[in-house]
């Protein structure tokens, strides 16, 4: 009885080392960096704030186009900042979006 369970789990084992072997076959070689990706995303969008901002007539680069207060809105609404987070904190506190 001890010498076909030794068995059984030889075999067992086996099996499970050419699966995982398979499986590390399929993964790439290396995976992005979330960090470079998060880089990028935030040039690109510092590129089109800039561009937004130069086909403005009028407008100024002093700054202001970073703040979080609506110059424009009556009611006193303060605007997020553009991330890609905001859907998710919104989700996360329970508001409406």
Same mark, same amino acid.
Do not use: C, H, W, Y
């Given at each position: ?16 080392i050419?699966?995982m ?6 993964l790439? @070689?290396s ?9 990028q *995303?935030?040039?690109?969008?510092l590129?089109? =704030? %800039?561009? $937004?901002?130069?086909?403005v ?11 979080t207060? @609506?110059?424009?809105g ?6 997020r900042p *553009?991330?890609?987070?905001?859907a998710?904190d =919104? %989700?996360? $506190?329970?508001e409406?979006?």
């Amino acid at each position: 009885m001890g010498l076909f369970i030794i068995v059984l789990l030889s075999v067992a084992t086996v099996l499970l080392i050419r699966n995982m072997n398979k499986r590390l076959r399929r993964l790439p @070689d290396s995976f992005p960096d979330e960090r470079d990706a998060a880089r990028q *995303a935030e040039i690109a969008r510092l590129d089109a =704030d %800039l561009a $937004r901002s130069e086909g403005v007539p009028g407008s100024t680069s002093s700054g202001t186009e970073n703040s979080t207060v @609506d110059d424009g809105g009556a009611d006193g609404e303060v605007k997020r900042p *553009a991330s890609g987070r905001a859907a998710a904190d =919104d %989700l996360d $506190r329970g508001e409406r979006a």
